[in-house]
C-alpha cells in the first residue's frame, strides 16, 4: 500500500533527526521509501516558546498493515528519543505521523486516517503536495483546497 508519513521535528538538531528517520523508514520490512519531500522549516504549532520545527513529507510503499507500520513508526519515534507524556503541544524530538494509507479510511483507538489534524496544517500540506499535487484526502476531497484555506503563512523550504 502507498502511505503517507508527516515528519517533524524540533528537538536534538531537527535535520540530523529527519536524516536519521529517513534511514529507519527505508528500513522497515518489506517497505521502501519510494520518495521524500525537500524539508520546511515551520513555526511551531502550539505554545510558541518552543523552536521552529523541521516537516516533511515521506511516500512509502509497503506490505505491512497499517498497524503494523504504526508500530514501526513509533518504534523509530521511541529509538529517536522521543518522550511521551510532556506538554500537549509542546517540543519533540521525532514525530512520525501516518496521514494516509492508500485511499483507507481508518477510526481506530490509536489509529485515526487521514490524519484528522492534517488538513488543518500547512506544514504537512506544503510538502504532501509538493510529492503528490493532485493527492486527494479519503472523503475529504482534494488536498490542495485546503492548502488554499490554511495559507502559506509560517513556513519556509530549507
Ligand atoms: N508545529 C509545527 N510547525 N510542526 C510540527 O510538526 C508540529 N508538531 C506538533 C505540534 C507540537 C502540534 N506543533 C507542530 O506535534
Not at 30 to 57: E, H, M, W
Not at 104 to 117: K, N
Request: charged share 20%; hydrophobic share 40%; aromatic share 6%.
Amino acid at each position: 500500500m502507498e502511505s503517507y508519513i508527516g515528519l517533524g521535528s524540533n528537538l536534538g538538531d531537527p535535520e540530523t533527526q529527519l536524516t536519521s528517520a529517513l534511514a529507519a523508514l527505508n528500513g522497515i520490512p518489506d517497505t521502501d521509501l519510494v520518495r521524500c519531500s525537500s524539508f520546511y522549516r515551520s513555526k511551531p504549532l502550539g505554545p510558541g516558546d518552543q523552536p521552529d520545527f523541521i516537516n516533511a513529507v515521506v511516500l512509502l510503499d509497503s506490505g505491512l498493515t497499517a498497524n503494523a507500520l504504526l508500530a514501526r513508526l513509533q518504534s523509530i519515534e521511541n529509538r529517536q528519543g522521543r518522550v511521551r507524556g510532556g506538554i500537549q503541544w509542546g517540543p519533540r524530538t521525532l514525530d512520525l505521523d501516518m496521514l494516509l494509507y492508500g485511499a483507507e479510511v481508518i477510526d481506530e483507538p490509536g489509529l485515526i486516517v487521514p490524519h484528522p489534524e492534517m488538513r488543518h496544517r500547512n506544514f504537512v500540506l506544503i510538502p504532501l503536495l509538493e510529492l503528490a499535487p493532485d493527492i486527494e484526502i479519503p472523503g475529504l476531497g482534494r488536498a490542495d483546497k485546503f492548502l488554499a484555506d490554511t495559507g502559506r503563512a509560517g513556513i519556509t523550504k530549507l
